[in-house]
């Protein structure tokens, strides 16, 4: 069985920091790219970065550049996603989801996905 869990969110104030982690199972982690997503209050769903660690492939949105990182640790099959100077506009449910190709983020190539974590940064 798939699953992607993700975990580390939470409620922080507005210039903290966060790092949401993205547990994978259930298929060959090496062969797949992971990207992280997010749905804020009343917005569509947005494709934030994205990792293919077989040939280090990292993507982000210009929304996030140089605030955003992410990493993973094949051995546990597991990406991470660190959250810096956040704001209110980062504000969302933070889901990953696994894809042959990070894809420019289109969704519909992702074909697993998790429940997602809620992130809330106050002003």
């Known amino acids: 069985e798939v699953q992607l869990v993700e975990s580390g969110g939470g409620l922080v104030q507005a210039g903290g920091s966060l790092r949401l982690s993205c547990a994978t199972s259930?298929?060959?982690?090496?062969?797949?790219?992971i990207g992280w997503f997010r749905q804020g209050p009343g917005k569509e769903r947005e494709g934030v970065s994205c990792i293919r660690s077989s040939d280090g492939i990292i993507w982000y949105a210009d929304s996030v550049k140089g605030r955003f990182t992410i990493s993973s640790d094949n051995a546990k099959s597991t990406v991470y996603l660190q959250l810096n100077s956040l704001n209110p506009e980062d504000t969302a449910v933070y889901s990953c989801?696994?894809?042959?190709?990070?894809?420019?983020?289109?969704?519909?190539?992702?074909?697993?996905w998790g429940q997602g974590t809620q992130v809330t940064v106050s002003s």
């Open positions: 259930g298929f060959i982690f090496d062969d797949y790219a």
């Open positions: 989801a696994a894809s042959f190709t990070c894809g420019h983020f289109v969704m519909g190539l992702y074909d697993y």
